[in-house]
């Protein structure tokens, strides 16, 4: 570690470390601080009290938490299941397609969330392309298949289907190519080999992809509102409301900071446990 | 063990479905661009392309756009210029917080709340 | 020892669409042989181990382990394992747990598990201490070792091996060489081991099959290989030699080996075959140099072209009249000479072994 490398490595880090203390840190520390001034305020120069999260409490909005929470939850799970042999077929089975299979997705990134999403109302919806489509074949039509907290967790799982995927190629390419072959020549069955072997030297990836989805999901709002119809308030759509309808900033920030506290500590504890340099294959100096 | 071709079948369906439904919805979109009805139902009766003469005629949705790309452009050229800086610190130089910078420096990625974090710039 | 062959292979043949890449080979190998199975890249080698393990199926043919069908066991049935090239050892597990992988994955309990690790890490040579140690934390030539362990840790009735040592430098292979042939000796087992090196097959096998193109040239014990290849290839193969080839009628007297005059009777003496494509195979340490008075049932001359020095031995290239170039060994200190220097070098119908092939 010369001085010289200390140096540019420190240079180097400086205009991200900026960009993200001033585009990053500074806002959660403005949010920060209007979690604990008096309710429906517009500045920082009060006193501080609690009465923002003693109303997140009282006033039934961990019900809202709880929801995006476990909605996340299921959601990563989901995604984990459904993403796993897709992208297992993509390291050891597509060969070439692969390339266009990631292109294909990434190019359905360019759309806009809520078009994509939107897509699915239309989709779903009685008289869109399923029901209506149904009823002029059949005659029998059904109610549509919206509005509902199923459907949310649906739109999750299709709107942060990328995030899951991309990092279990990942995490399954970094798998050595032969333990799997030597595991099974030493009798292993296909079960234990994935249990013993692929699971736990894919775990990065896994790790990445499923704190990625979890995230991503439980801060999103979109779904819930076009898909669910509101079937259930997320948080996110509490803290929108707050700020917008409800003038009351400090409870719109009380409620983003249980949030960010509580996804960011799972975050901080994931991060901690994960080395990149592991991940990309390097041993440490 | 090599992979038996029904499983290789079976994945490659399994890829080809899940890239149909991804594209499912955008489908559905592109056929409300040409049903002539303002509101979307299905089956559609009548056909038009009259949506994208106006949205290509419109000035204001051609401001919208030109302004979109010109957004997109100068965040890509920033993102890069950024993030090239950021890795080359993690990735080729040995320094005393490079592991703590990494950590970090990712945690944001996971802390992306659209409109949470940034809701409030009027108030800074 | 088991009169009956543990491995038998019959007519194995596989085609990847139009390439043939074994055509129907043969082979048996007794009970606690170490076979080493030898051949260029390409010659399909690393295919007829993928058969053996079970990571292919053939398209036509059977392999028998005793009397039981090998090749219509799955790989994780097969009582064989295999060493990889890579090793493929479990970066995520320790060493004690690599070892006992094969025990824990058929049901046994830890105590007998790690009894039997430590057993292993004693007949590899291995520290006891190592048993909590990292994988990444070992040196190679502890992971060939540990590698090795694992293999026999489950008791399988043939170990096969994929080019082990080729990634290693010379000293550890040469090291590890001669621990595979004591671990044989030691252990018992069958042992079928691939490779391209010829040194490795000739310092740990009992017998050397050699591969070319998909099928089988030549099989046998090493000396037998080395002093009487039947085939041009397998000569080359062997090592550098001199080859001579006739031309001429059947009649002995007027046949020709090129660039040598032979005494008259000299070559009648041969075991020459009629109808066949002869080579005269001398190897280049049974070609001397001749003085101006010595004298040899056979003779060539030229000048010297290049010496290469091989530790105790040199290595001369001569140009003979003819054009081909001889080799000659001998010891160092026994002559020496330099390049563009007339010599004449001989050989006696000892030293020569004569291969008959088909006219090709």
Redesign the interface.
């Known amino acids: 570690?010369s001085v010289r490398?200390?140096?540019?490595?420190?240079f180097?880090?400086?205009?991200?470390?900026l960009?993200?203390a001033l585009g990053?840190l500074?806002?959660?520390l403005?949010?920060a601080a209007?979690s604990v001034m008096p309710s429906r305020v517009?500045?920082l120069a009060h006193v501080p009290d609690f009465s923002a999260f003693v109303e997140f409490v009282q006033q039934g909005y961990w019900k809202s938490l709880a929801w995006s929470i476990g909605m996340a939850a299921i959601a990563t799970l989901i995604l984990f299941v459904?993403c796993w042999?897709?992208a297992?077929?993509?390291v050891?089975?597509?060969g070439r397609?692969t390339q266009i299979?990631t292109a294909?997705?990434v190019v359905?990134l360019i759309?806009s969330e809520n078009?994509?999403?939107?897509?699915?109302s239309?989709?779903l919806m009685k008289?869109?392309?399923i029901?209506?489509?149904w009823r002029?074949w059949t005659g029998a039509g059904f109610d549509g298949l919206l509005y509902n907290v199923p459907v949310i967790v649906f739109g999750l799982v299709?709107v942060y289907?990328p995030f899951m995927l991309f990092p279990l190629v990942q995490g399954i390419a970094m798998v050595?190519?032969?333990?799997?072959?030597?595991?099974?020549?030493?009798?292993?069955?296909?079960r234990?080999v994935l249990l013993?072997?692929e699971l736990?030297?894919a775990s990065p990836g896994i790790l990445v992809g499923s704190?990625?989805s979890f995230?991503?999901a439980a801060?999103a709002?979109a779904e819930s509102k076009l898909l669910g119809g509101q079937a259930v308030i997320v948080i996110?759509d509490d803290?929108?409301t707050a700020?917008t309808y409800g003038q009351n900033?400090p409870l719109?920030?009380a409620l983003?900071i249980v949030?960010?506290v509580l996804?960011?500590s799972l975050?901080?504890f994931a991060?901690?446990r994960l080395?990149?340099d592991t991940v990309m294959g390097r041993?440490e100096? | 063990m090599p992979v038996p071709r029904w499983m290789r079948v079976l994945l490659g369906s399994y890829g080809v479905v899940i890239m149909l439904l991804l594209y499912l919805p955008l489908v559905a979109v592109f056929f409300a661009s040409i049903s002539k009805a303002r509101y979307l139902s299905f089956p559609i009766r009548r056909y038009s392309g009259a949506w994208y003469g106006e949205a290509l005629g419109s000035a204001t949705v051609r401001d919208l756009l030109l302004t979109s790309l010109l957004v997109a452009a100068i965040v890509t050229v920033v993102s890069v210029v950024l993030g090239y800086f950021a890795a080359l610190a993690f990735a080729r130089y040995r320094w005393r917080h490079r592991r703590l910078f990494q950590k970090l420096v990712l945690l944001p990625i996971f802390c992306v709340f659209r409109r949470i974090v940034t809701n409030d710039s009027d108030a800074t | 020892m088991n009169a009956a062959p543990i491995l038998r292979i019959e007519n194995l043949c596989k085609r990847y669409g139009d390439f043939t890449a074994l055509h129907g080979i043969d082979l048996e190998v007794p009970d606690g042989e170490f076979l080493t199975i030898v051949g260029p890249s390409g010659s399909g080698k690393t295919t007829l181990i993928k058969l053996l393990v079970g990571m292919e199926q053939q398209s036509e043919g059977a392999i028998w382990l005793r009397d039981e069908r090998l090749d219509r066991l799955p790989a994780n049935r097969r009582p064989t394992c295999m060493v990889f090239q890579s090793l493929a050892l479990f970066p995520h597990r320790s060493v004690g747990e690599n070892i006992e992988f094969p025990l824990k994955i058929r049901g046994e309990k830890k105590p007998v598990r790690e009894q039997r690790a430590r057993e292993l890490l004693d007949l590899l040579r291995l520290p006891q201490d190592y048993y909590k140690k990292r994988i990444d934390a070992c040196s190679g030539g502890e992971r060939q070792r540990i590698a090795l362990a694992r293999a026999l840790a489950f008791d399988p009735e043939i170990l096969f091996f994929d080019e082990p040592l080729s990634a290693l430098d010379y000293r550890l292979r040469k090291t590890l060489e001669k621990e595979l042939k004591a671990l044989h000796e030691r252990t018992g087992k069958t042992f079928v081991y691939i490779t391209h090196s010829l040194e490795e097959a000739m310092v740990m096998s009992d017998r050397i099959a050699i591969l070319r193109n998909g099928r089988f040239e030549q099989i046998g014990p090493a000396r037998e290989i080395y002093t009487r290849p039947q085939s041009r290839f397998v000569a080359r193969f062997m090592g550098d030699v001199n080859l001579f080839e006739l031309r001429g009628g059947v009649d002995g007297s007027t046949l020709q080996a090129q660039g040598l005059s032979a005494k008259p009777d000299a070559l009648g003496t041969l075991d020459i075959v009629a109808d066949r494509h002869n080579t005269l195979v001398v190897r280049p340490e049974r070609l001397r140099f001749l003085g101006p008075e010595s004298a040899a049932e056979f003779i060539a001359v030229g000048t010297i072209a290049a010496s290469y020095l091989l530790g105790s031995r040199v290595q001369y290239e001569i140009d003979a009249e003819d054009g081909a170039t001889l080799v000659v060994e001998s010891a160092a200190e026994a002559v020496e000479l330099s390049p563009g220097a007339p010599v004449r070098v001989g050989f006696d119908r000892s030293d020569v072994h004569v291969i008959a092939e088909r006219a090709a």
């Open positions: 570690m490398e200390r140096r540019l490595g420190a180097c880090a400086a205009p991200i470390t960009f993200l990053f500074a806002p959660l403005v949010v209007f517009f500045d459904v042999p897709l297992w077929a993509m050891h089975v597509f397609f299979i294909l997705v359905t759309v078009i994509r999403l939107f897509g699915w239309l989709t008289g869109g392309m029901e209506g489509m002029s299709y289907l050595p190519a032969d333990a799997p072959h030597a595991a099974a020549d030493l009798g292993a069955t296909r234990q013993e072997i736990p030297l704190l990625l995230v991503l801060g709002v996110s803290v929108e700020f900033w719109g920030s983003a949030l960010i996804v960011g975050a901080l991060l901690a080395d990149l041993a100096r």
